[in-house]
């Protein structure tokens, strides 16, 4: 397989939880993260103890091509490259600026998230008809633990999902149990979703 070969394969999509939290961590730099390929590549080198093997590893392509972007032989990445470059660059940018955020929101912080999706519940009545609504609540620390955790452990959009929508419906629609006592809501077709540290 050539070079350009393995930089024209597809990057995988997220999801769109996936890549909202994703977002936030983003939005917590302090400093910004580096914007060439090859400040890119000398960067994750670095968190890789110096083996060019095992940043090609990480961003599915060979070693001689990390090797040319870092001796600035190779200056523009495809599309697909360009992404895992700034993918794993900036999930390893500034670990602890990260952690305290994560740490301050899974214990007494929570986060606000910020979706617009279909919601339809399991009541009757007709304010209780599902429909297409724009949702801004906060999110408990509780429920932002099990969140944080699960993406830590790599988890999937669909196992993100109903934990997600289990926390939007406790702090949004039954206040935390104070009103609608076992009411469920259905979240689904989810058009945007934003979480804030």
Request: charged share 25%; no cysteine.
């Amino acid at each position: 397989m050539s070079d350009h070969d393995e930089q024209q394969q597809p990057a995988p999509s997220r999801g769109k939880i996936l890549e909202a939290l994703a977002r936030a961590e983003r939005k917590l730099f302090t400093r910004p993260a580096p914007k060439s390929a090859k400040a890119r590549m000398k960067f994750l080198r670095t968190r890789e103890g110096g083996s060019t093997a095992a940043v090609a590893k990480r961003l599915g392509a060979s070693r001689r091509t990390v090797e040319r972007y870092l001796a600035g032989k190779l200056t523009k990445p495809q599309k697909r490259l360009q992404a895992a470059l700034t993918e794993e660059t900036e999930s390893e940018w500034q670990p602890q600026v990260r952690a305290q955020a994560r740490a301050a929101a899974s214990t007494f912080g929570g986060m606000m998230v910020h979706v617009v999706a279909y919601f339809g519940f399991t009541a009757t009545g007709s304010s209780d008809d599902g429909r297409e609504r724009h949702i801004t609540t906060a999110i408990s620390p509780t429920y932002v633990q099990q969140i944080l955790q699960l993406q830590e452990a790599g988890a999937t959009e669909e196992e993100l999902h109903p934990v997600v929508a289990q926390a939007v419906t406790e702090s949004y629609f039954t206040e935390w149990g104070t009103r609608a006592r076992g009411l469920r809501a259905d979240f689904t077709h989810v058009q945007s979703i934003d979480f804030e540290f």
